[in-house]
């Protein structure tokens, strides 16, 4: 099955900084699904990207679709306790057999 | 609209013993995915399926573990003869067709076995 690769594995910011973080693939996926996962909770979906290039932008939240369709971008912008959490992401693998894929996370810890 | 429900959401059971793991997907939605997390782990897929139909069950272990969705009720995943090792958080997904789509997962059951 395709592997999809997240970094950073995981990051210390101060409040109020920007985050960026990305998946990259061996293979082309056709949709990346962002999700945030708090301890004890089911991921919740963030973004959904369907076109290469496209970019969106979800409040403090933006992410891209890269352009060889191998690869995408989280960031957060002025980020806040509350962001605490681990990050997937995640893609369609579009085989013959439809399953979500998804990276390993990163562990994002927001210092007030 | 309510979101996809996971019951329970915390399940203990003995080593041998059975688990049954339920899951109602989003109304409209008609594809159901199985994953399993373990602690400081990603989640790692288990099976796909339709209703009445199992589409892909490629990370499901061969033995002990089946999963259904018939065409009335939720989905089930059963974990026969449980052992330590089952112990995990099960998360179950749903979406309205399959692939390139949005999935929406449910809270999830943490399975204990003692």
């Known amino acids: 099955g395709q592997q999809l690769n997240q970094s950073p594995q995981s990051m210390f910011i101060q409040e109020g900084e920007d985050v960026s973080m990305n998946c990259t693939s061996s293979?082309?996926?056709?949709?990346w699904l962002w999700y945030k996962q708090d301890p004890g909770e089911g991921p919740v979906l963030l973004i959904a990207?369907?076109?290469?290039?496209e970019l969106t932008s979800n409040g403090r939240l933006t992410a891209q679709f890269g352009i060889t369709r191998k690869d995408s971008f989280l960031n957060i912008s002025a980020s806040i306790p509350s962001d605490v959490g681990i990050y997937f992401c995640a893609g369609w693998d579009g085989g013959s057999n439809y399953k979500l894929t998804f990276g390993k996370g990163t562990l994002l810890t927001v210092n007030p | 609209n309510a979101g996809v429900m996971q019951n329970p959401r915390h399940l203990v059971r003995r080593r041998g013993q059975e688990a049954r793991l339920r899951c109602s997907p989003m109304k409209g939605h008609s594809h159901v995915y199985w994953y399993r997390q373990l602690p400081e782990e990603g989640l790692k897929f288990m099976v796909y399926l339709q209703k009445e139909n199992i589409i892909d069950e490629s990370g499901m272990p061969k033995e002990r573990f089946s999963a259904e969705f018939p065409k009335e009720g939720p989905s089930i995943l059963r974990i026969q003869q449980v052992v330590r090792g089952d112990s995990a958080a099960y998360f179950c997904?749903?979406?309205?067709?399959?692939?390139?789509?949005?999935?929406?997962f449910g809270q999830g059951t943490r399975l204990t076995v003692v």
């Open positions: 997904a749903s979406s309205p067709r399959g692939g390139d789509t949005e999935a929406f």
């Open positions: 293979s082309i996926f056709n949709t």
């Open positions: 990207l369907y076109k290469a290039g």
